[in-house]
């Protein structure tokens, strides 16, 4: 009896440490091996990896869509069925299109006509097979053929100019590269309207079937080259204030500029870097006054579109010495972008960046993770390198409270550690105290993204 006794006791002390110690290596985040570093690191960027691998073959079979003559987005092969972006098309033939966030459902509405449709969300952007659009705006004709989709509706079809026959020029605004996709015809230099609005942050539409131009509600005067719209400069200065930026058309050459590294961890010292991203709002607030009551700086990756109707957000944010870095205009995987529209996304962004905050970090985010070799030469040509994590806090998922999210950046915080975290997540602000307390007392200082690149013997 006694021997069960004294093995009783023994057990339940055994129990006792061990719960002691998972709860000391979970919530102070203890020390963990070289090899456990090492192997949440590789996780990490296999993590980010093999999203891109994913995306990539995802989208391997794409075409390119034509309304009426004129491209309007990119459509992909699934499994053997094809499906296109509902909103794009649908605008460019004056559909209404409206999100119903009660029902997970795109409405489309024109004249007495309206339809529910469900979508496939891909990356942010919403996708139905061909054939159902197709019966949903009863469209007149549909050819596939090579790589193109071929839409036509009403009497609206635009012929256009072969562009291999002009001379291509490349164009910047305020030193970053738009496009390398500007021409010379008839004895002026002509740009892509939509990008040049897209870059701005303007809404660009073209209307398929009367067969003109618009930014924001203002037509323009186009002329349609290699299935696009173009204009002067001047004509584009009409429909979009420019005030304050420059531009300049340039003779086109390859780029072979070497490519500056991604990224993606820091020096092998004890810094650390708090990054959030994301949409600015009213949020934010709460989250800098816990930062400075932490007395740390922070990297705000922030998508564009959200910046101008929360203003003073960024006022502040950038007031209280913290770094404002670009997320992209729309959030969109840039994996469903063309060239010219990845550049926009980036240049909006920071054009917005500047003219409300004062100024721009010089860094770079994708979305989701998702960049190849071109995307970081993309963002290089707009003046900006391109940032990864090697840490993710977790606190992207709903389910994930404070104390999961403390717990996962205190166990596997590692010298250099880039935290990648969100705005508008209260769980994220209820973690950072203790987050930083525990960080502190284990000798790590706080440092902006832009602290860690020269730490690492960057520009």
């Known amino acids: 009896m006694k021997k069960t006794i004294i093995i009783l006791i023994i057990a339940t002390i ?22 456990r570093f090492n192997w949440y690191e590789s996780k990490t960027q296999n993590e980010i990896e093999n999203g891109n691998k994913f995306a990539q073959e995802r989208l391997s079979k794409k075409y390119h869509v034509f309304v009426n003559g004129i491209f309007v987005d990119i459509g992909y092969d699934w499994d053997g069925i094809i499906y296109v972006p509902i909103r794009t098309i649908s605008d460019s033939l004056n559909w209404i299109v409206n999100w119903v966030p009660d029902l997970g459902m795109i409405q489309l509405v024109k004249d007495n006509q309206e339809a529910f449709v469900d979508i496939v969300n891909f990356f942010g952007k919403g996708y139905v097979p061909l054939d159902r659009l197709e019966n949903l705006l009863s469209l007149d004709n549909v050819q596939i053929h090579g790589g193109n989709i071929e839409i036509h509706k009403g009497s609206g079809i635009k012929q256009s100019i072969d562009i291999r026959k002009l001379p291509r020029f490349s164009f910047y605004i305020n030193g970053m590269k738009m496009t390398d996709n500007a021409v010379g015809y008839q004895g002026e230099k002509l740009v892509p309207s939509r990008i040049f609005a897209l870059s701005f942050g303007k809404v660009f539409k073209y209307d398929a079937i009367e067969g003109h131009s618009y930014i924001n509600d203002s037509r323009i005067d186009a002329v349609f080259i290699g299935g696009s719209a173009y204009s002067t400069l001047d004509q584009l200065k009409e429909a979009v204030n420019t005030e304050g930026t420059s531009f300049q058309f340039r003779e086109f050459t390859p780029d072979t500029q070497p490519l500056r590294p991604v990224i993606d961890k820091g020096p092998e010292e004890k810094v650390v870097a708090l990054t959030f991203d994301d949409y600015i709002g009213d949020k934010v607030y709460p989250l800098l006054d816990v930062l400075d009551e932490c007395n740390v700086k922070a990297s705000f990756f922030i998508i564009g579109n959200s910046i101008e109707q929360n203003a003073g957000v960024l006022e502040e ?63 290089q040509n707009v003046g900006l390198q391109t940032v990864l994590w090697s840490l993710n806090s977790t606190d992207a998922d709903p389910q994930n409270d404070a104390k999961h999210i403390r717990r996962v950046v205190t ?17 994220t602000i209820e973690a950072l105290p203790g987050i930083v307390e525990n960080l502190r007392d284990r000798g790590y200082r706080f440092v902006t993204i ?7 013997g960057g520009d």
């Open 317 to 379: 944010l950038t007031k209280r010495g913290h770094q404002a870095a670009n997320h992209t205009w729309d959030h969109y995987n840039n994996h469903t972008l063309t060239d010219d529209e990845i550049r926009a996304q980036l240049i909006s962004t920071r054009l917005f960046t500047e003219k409300y905050g004062g100024k721009s970090a010089l860094f770079f985010r994708p979305p989701g993770g998702y960049y190849n070799d071109n995307m970081v030469r993309i963002a």
């Open 14 to 35: 055994a129990c006792a440490g061990f719960i002691t110690a998972l709860r000391f290596f979970n919530e102070a985040g203890e020390v963990l091996s070289g090899t």
């Open 450 to 456: 832009s602290e860690m690149v020269k730490l690492k």
């Open 411 to 427: 166990q596997w915080v590692h010298p250099g550690a880039i935290v990648t975290m969100h705005t508008g997540r209260d769980a």
